[in-house]
């Protein structure tokens, strides 16, 4: 018989048994499930709601499971439907009728809140630990690359010289946004549901303060309905997960862009590639390719659980037990990638020099050869149009701007001079870019001390 049997004359299916378990994902909760339900018992016995004998029952039970779980040894039942019910039958099994008490008050539509909750805390944190070591392994790179020069691109086409320091510090700022995200998102998961009961509390006199004091969360629900029927603070993890696989994913694109013969800006680690079964010169950056593919996998989970709560009426409805898949392997994909990405980012080498030579062509010294002339008392669309010409007589000619002569230049306008050279370096054209967030070395050291700084928060 079922623990919520007694209004029924016959048994449920097994189609039905097996269908309707969810036993065998949210067996992931039992930690939070246990946790939750000896502070709740806890609770009962301080208000006298049950006897304080019957409490301590249940909590060294409750004990014993846990220690139980945690070395492996709970087979967990199908026709117990959930995490929920397998606890408190196996509560049963070993205390006897006490444990028909630790449900008092409670409903599994609450219970479940506060199980997802728990976990998506303890989620939220453990990503932000991975994000900032990611963080870390980047100011990394940038602290040893600020004079690597390299050509900045939009549109996939060079356009400007850069560092790599730079370059990097830009998806330091990505992920550190993304660290507030899943702060954000534990933030929004730290609120206390127990007490809503299935939807319209209960009429025990809880102490929900207490629940939440025992458990760690800052503060309590105040809507019973919106107790139970809440899933925002999934879909906050769910969208910030989502945000920060799409930048590893656009990481990973730049690093399989460089990866390939055209570009050689990197070579890949050995322990991070693979081979081809029939090419035998391949090296793969498989690490990356896959990064990139499961990136479409988490936002389905986002998608997915949307859809899933766009059209239900208040309030707890049995469609939100799909919450917890789309959850668990949207954080599971999401750690597995940010844990294989910085230690695959670790072991990656820069090609210093083909970088800088990349740097050198493309005319990304064009930006510079205007502001020379605008320096010089030409207005800038005046300026923009010389230089234009210059790139395509350059272009005719098989030549960069700093293969030309002055008489050249100066035929195109008498404002150059001879100190134009020395402008068109790609290092003058780093350097002179020295306001707050720009690539010259001492503007991007900046911005790394900076970053160590905000690791530190």
């Given at each position: 018989?079922?623990?919520?049997?007694?209004?029924?004359?016959?048994?449920?299916d097994n189609?039905?048994?097996?269908?309707?378990?969810?036993?065998?994902f949210d067996?992931?909760?039992?930690v939070q499930?246990?946790t939750?339900?000896i502070?709740?018992?806890t609770?009962l016995?301080?208000?006298k709601?049950?006897?304080?004998?019957?409490?301590?029952?249940?909590?060294?039970?409750?004990?014993g499971?846990?220690?139980?779980?945690?070395?492996?040894?709970?087979?967990?039942?199908?026709?117990?439907?959930?995490?929920?019910?397998?606890?408190?039958?196996?509560?049963?099994q070993?205390?006897?009728e006490?444990?028909?008490?630790?449900?008092?008050?409670?409903?599994?539509n609450?219970?479940?809140?506060?199980?997802?909750r728990?976990?998506?805390?303890?989620?939220?944190s453990e990503?932000?630990?991975?994000?900032?070591?990611?963080?870390?392994?980047?100011?990394?790179i940038?602290?040893?690359?600020?004079?690597?020069?390299?050509?900045?691109?939009?549109?996939?086409q060079?356009?400007?010289p850069?560092?790599?320091?730079?370059?990097?510090?830009?998806y330091?700022?990505?992920f550190?946004?993304?660290?507030?995200?899943f702060?954000n998102?534990?933030?929004?998961?730290d609120?206390?549901?127990?007490?809503?009961?299935?939807?319209?509390g209960t009429t025990?006199?809880?102490?929900?303060?207490?629940?939440?004091?025992?458990?760690g969360?800052?503060?309590?629900?105040?809507?019973?309905?919106?107790?139970?029927?809440?899933?925002?603070f999934?879909l906050?993890?769910l969208?910030a997960?989502?945000?920060?696989?799409?930048h590893?994913?656009?990481?990973?694109?730049e690093?399989?862009?460089?990866?390939?013969?055209?570009?050689?800006?990197?070579?890949?680690?050995?322990?991070?590639a693979?081979?081809?079964?029939i090419?035998?010169?391949?090296?793969?950056?498989?690490?990356?390719?896959l990064?990139?593919?499961?990136?479409?996998?988490?936002y389905?989970?986002?998608?997915g659980?949307?859809?899933?709560?766009?059209?239900?009426?208040?309030?707890?409805?049995?469609?939100?037990?799909?919450?917890?898949?789309?959850?668990?392997?949207?954080?599971?994909?999401?750690?597995?990638?940010?844990?294989?990405?910085?230690a695959?980012?670790?072991?990656?080498?820069?090609?210093?020099?083909?970088?800088?030579?990349?740097?050198?062509?493309?005319?990304?010294?064009?930006t510079?050869?205007?502001?020379y002339?605008?320096?010089?008392?030409?207005?800038f669309?005046?300026?923009?149009?010389?230089?234009?010409k210059?790139?395509?007589?350059?272009?005719?000619?098989?030549?960069?701007?700093?293969d030309?002569?002055?008489?050249?230049?100066?035929?195109?306008?008498p404002?150059?001079?001879?100190?134009?050279?020395?402008?068109l370096?790609?290092?003058?054209?780093?350097?002179?870019?020295?306001?707050?967030?720009?690539p010259?070395p001492?503007?991007?050291?900046?911005?790394?001390?900076?970053?160590?700084?905000?690791?530190?928060?």
């Amino acid at each position: 018989m079922k623990l919520w049997g007694g209004r029924f004359s016959k048994s449920t299916d097994n189609l039905v048994d097996d269908f309707h378990s969810s036993i065998s994902f949210d067996q992931r909760l039992a930690v939070q499930d246990i946790t939750g339900s000896i502070a709740h018992a806890t609770m009962l016995g301080e208000q006298k709601i049950i006897p304080q004998e019957d409490a301590d029952k249940i909590v060294e039970g409750l004990k014993g499971i846990l220690r139980d779980v945690q070395e492996g040894k709970i087979e967990w039942m199908v026709d117990a439907e959930d995490i929920h019910m397998n606890v408190e039958t196996i509560l049963t099994q070993r205390i006897g009728e006490a444990g028909k008490r630790l449900h008092t008050g409670r409903s599994r539509n609450d219970q479940v809140a506060l199980d997802c909750r728990m976990y998506a805390k303890l989620a939220s944190s453990e990503t932000v630990a991975m994000i900032e070591d990611l963080l870390d392994a980047i100011l990394t790179i940038a602290e040893a690359n600020l004079h690597t020069i390299m050509p900045g691109y939009t549109h996939m086409q060079k356009a400007q010289p850069i560092t790599l320091a730079h370059h990097m510090m830009a998806y330091f700022q990505m992920f550190l946004r993304d660290r507030d995200r899943f702060r954000n998102a534990c933030k929004a998961a730290d609120v206390m549901p127990l007490g809503s009961g299935a939807l319209a509390g209960t009429t025990y006199p809880l102490n929900r303060e207490r629940v939440a004091e025992l458990l760690g969360f800052e503060r309590i629900s105040m809507n019973s309905l919106d107790g139970v029927s809440d899933r925002d603070f999934l879909l906050d993890y769910l969208s910030a997960a989502s945000i920060c696989m799409m930048h590893l994913s656009r990481f990973c694109e730049e690093l399989i862009i460089w990866n390939t013969n055209e570009f050689r800006f990197v070579e890949m680690d050995d322990a991070y590639a693979t081979g081809s079964s029939i090419m035998p010169q391949k090296k793969n950056p498989d690490v990356a390719e896959l990064i990139r593919g499961k990136t479409g996998r988490v936002y389905g989970h986002l998608m997915g659980l949307l859809t899933v709560m766009k059209g239900l009426p208040l309030a707890y409805n049995k469609d939100m037990q799909e919450d917890k898949e789309a959850f668990f392997d949207a954080r599971d994909t999401l750690v597995k990638g940010l844990t294989v990405f910085t230690a695959m980012l670790r072991t990656v080498t820069f090609r210093k020099d083909v970088m800088e030579r990349g740097a050198s062509g493309g005319f990304t010294n064009a930006t510079d050869c205007a502001d020379y002339l605008v320096k010089h008392g030409v207005a800038f669309r005046d300026a923009h149009e010389v230089v234009g010409k210059l790139v395509a007589h350059c272009l005719n000619e098989g030549k960069a701007l700093l293969d030309l002569t002055l008489s050249e230049l100066q035929q195109f306008h008498p404002a150059f001079g001879a100190d134009v050279f020395d402008d068109l370096s790609m290092l003058a054209c780093v350097e002179k870019r020295r306001i707050p967030g720009a690539p010259a070395p001492d503007m991007v050291q900046d911005s790394i001390r900076w970053g160590r700084e905000q690791l530190s928060l």
